[in-house]
């Protein structure tokens, strides 16, 4: 089978839908973050990379909205005013009504969207959409966004819009993505840093979809705003959670009941977590950072309660097989786990967690690797 780039699939879709061709076409990667997860809403820091693979937005003038997509091929009509469309294009939607907030909206837009992100698979096939969507329709509008602006636009269109109240890092990484290297962002300050990130990375899909509209990331981030507000009875200029001392945890777990305790203990031990991972980094040691990746993914398993059961098996077995180290990544409650592994090793790693998932849960896992890639950019439109 010979496999077309998402570009130029995005581009047929739109000729063969529409029967016209389209005059934008903006991409942006999905992402891996290395670690710091669910430290992003806690004012901490983020490791993330953007992935090789991508989600194309192309984008013709109409008078109304029309959107279709390569995975189905049907076309949705939706309108800007109403309710909010409970499928993909609500991510969509949510764009040209950020827009529309700021005065860059085209007056309404054919688009058509492929991609080879994954969905559902904790590698932020949202942001990735929601990015490039905004790229294209502001494009489509005769404006250009500075970077800021699509981060702020993309972040508002799945937190007000959408109603997924998670951090920036996901529409921060698909913006700003740079080939070979991590980006360390500070959530709290709004700092970046570039970090080299010079290996492939492997990733071990779960086969567990996870949907955020199922709330349990909202729900964890009130857990942390209520842990917070306890906190701050005790240490009033306390601005997140991640700013809590390492050395003042004991004390501010002794102060909350279960399970904000372990909410706590994770955010804190996280974030100095990113901290070690950065120091690692600097040095290019790999195999130090495996052992970093294994520790935070117990953390997510133990303290924040964000794993399951495939991602545990997945991270054991191949830390057995001889991984430096795995961890699940994104929001959790299933998606993917990031691997890295010595060379002379990865056959090994490889073919024992695909025997011994496929003995716990029957069936092979997805596994596939990229290196650290570029963010957000202008597609050429010919096919
Ligand atoms: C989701 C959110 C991110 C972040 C992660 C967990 O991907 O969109 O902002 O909170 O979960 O680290």
Redo the contacts with the bound molecule.
């Keep these: 089978m010979i496999r077309i780039s998402p570009a130029r699939q995005a581009v047929r879709l739109y000729h063969e839908v529409f029967a016209s061709d389209p005059v934008v076409a903006v991409s942006a990667p999905g992402r891996v ?1 290395l670690i710091g ?2 430290t ?2 806690n004012g901490g820091p983020v490791l993330p990379v953007a992935l090789q693979r991508r989600t194309i937005v192309v984008a013709g003038p109409a008078d109304g909205w029309e959107f279709v997509s390569s995975v189905d091929g049907v076309v949705r009509r939706a309108g800007l005013a109403g309710a909010m469309p409970r499928e993909w294009t609500g991510y969509l939607v949510g764009v040209a009504r950020e827009l529309e907030r700021i005065g860059r909206a085209p007056a309404g837009a054919r688009v058509a969207v492929a991609s080879s992100v994954p969905i559902g698979a904790g590698l ?1 096939s949202s942001a990735a959409l929601t990015v490039a969507g905004a790229g294209s329709l502001a494009r489509l509008a005769g404006r250009r966004l500075d970077p800021a602006t699509l981060v702020d636009v993309a972040s508002r269109a799945e937190h007000e819009q959408v109603g997924v109240r ?5 529409q921060t990484i698909a913006v700003y993505g740079r080939r070979d290297t991590a980006l360390l962002f500070e959530t709290g300050s709004g700092t970046l840093r570039r970090v080299p990130m010079p290996g492939r990375i492997w990733i071990i899909e779960t086969g567990v979809s996870h949907k955020l509209t199922g709330g349990e ?1 909202n729900e964890r981030r009130r857990e942390c705003e209520a842990a917070l507000g306890r906190l701050r009875e005790r240490w009033p200029s306390l601005n997140f959670l991640a700013d809590l001392p390492a050395g003042d945890l004991a004390a501010a777990e002794a102060l909350l009941p279960e399970p904000l305790r372990r909410r706590v203990r994770h955010v804190v031990t996280e974030t100095a977590r990113v901290r070690l991972a950065v120091e690692v980094l600097e040095r290019r040691d790999l195999a130090a950072l495996g052992a970093i990746l294994v520790e935070g993914h117990e953390s997510l398993r133990r303290d924040y309660e964000s794993s399951c059961a495939e991602a545990d098996l997945i991270v054991e077995s191949a830390v057995a097989h001889g991984a430096w180290g795995a961890r699940l990544t ?2 959790g409650w299933g998606g993917a786990v990031l691997m890295l592994a010595p060379d002379d090793r990865l056959r090994d790693v490889l073919r024992g967690v695909a025997a011994d998932f496929a003995a716990r849960f029957g069936r092979k896992p997805v596994s596939w690797s990229t290196r650290a890639a570029g963010g957000v950019r202008r597609e050429a439109l010919g096919s």
């Design positions: 973050n997860e669910h992003d809403y932020s998670g951090g920036r890092m996901d990331l994104g929001a």
